[in-house]
């Protein structure tokens, strides 16, 4: 006859519980805060002053309105202007010659202003801003 | 005969303090980490082909209301450049990332003059985005 060992009870501590819990709930709290973002990084040269550029004159030219995009004249649409700036870039050998200046009218929506830089961007050219400065001259 | 009185003794119990010491670090953590830009509301942008981003060293937003903020302070953009310039000081090239939160609806009169501070700065600009879902492409 076989005779059956008792089993041992063996329950974990209850009152460690808080404590894990509350270790748990930081946990996850760390992991929230550290989450990567995702993003474009974009490289732009130094802002400086109209007056102190400008002695190439070979840089391409795209200004961006809500509705179109203009480069070097012709109006486009996004997936041509893909296209035309790539190709355009590929003529330029020199670093320099790769800027590409860029004016926005005040009225651009940020996201198609970010497709254009972006394409800019992919196609080897190197962004610059021609901002508009506004100053005021009291007459007396 | 006088008896002695048998002395309590009150010990912290030291079996925790690993555990208070590991809640105190991680607490350090989440202070040194959190730059409180929590409150700011804005929306971001899609984009494809976007890429995870390092850690910066400072971050400026464009809330919904179309004001600018450095490290969740309201600052003007008249201001931005030097500010920071003083919190990217002599940070080494390639280490002074500045996060860039633009509300998706922002114009470019409200988005550019910050571009162009972030570069006066001698800042590295990240857009901070979101993927654009694949239905959309």
């Known amino acids: 006859m076989k005779l059956k060992r008792g089993k041992m009870l063996v329950d974990p501590p209850a009152c460690a519980s808080s404590d894990i819990a509350f270790t748990l709930i930081i946990f996850f709290l760390v992991c929230a805060a550290v989450q990567p973002e995702t993003g474009m990084s974009q490289a732009l040269p130094k802002t400086e002053s109209k007056s102190e550029k400008r002695e190439q004159s070979q840089n391409i030219e795209v200004s961006i309105t809500p509705s179109s995009i203009i480069l070097n004249g012709s109006p486009l649409k996004i997936d041509e202007f893909k296209t035309r700036i790539a190709s355009e870039l590929k003529k330029k050998t020199r670093e320099q010659d790769r800027i590409v200046v860029v004016k926005s009218a005040p009225d651009t929506p940020y996201p198609i202003w970010l497709n254009v830089s972006q394409a800019i961007d992919q196609a080897g050219g190197i962004l610059t801003l021609e901002l508009e400065t506004e100053k005021t001259i009291n007459v007396q | ?137």
């Open chain 2, 1 to 137: 005969m006088k008896l002695q009185r048998r002395k309590l003794t009150a010990s912290v119990p030291s079996f925790a303090m690993g555990d208070i010491g590991f809640l105190l670090l991680i607490f350090f953590v989440i202070l040194a980490r959190s730059q409180n830009d929590s409150h700011i509301q804005w929306q971001p942008a899609e984009l494809k082909d976007i890429e995870m981003s390092a850690a910066p060293r400072a971050t400026v937003s464009i809330d919904t209301g179309y004001k600018t903020y450095l490290d969740g302070k309201e600052i003007s953009t008249d201001e931005l450049a030097s500010a920071l310039s003083a919190v990217l000081g002599d940070t080494p090239a390639g280490q002074r990332n500045v996060f860039l939160k633009v509300h998706r609806e922002a114009k470019a009169t409200h988005f550019e003059p910050v571009i162009a501070a972030i570069s006066e700065a001698g800042g590295d600009l990240v857009h901070i985005l979101e993927p654009e879902e694949q239905s959309k492409q």
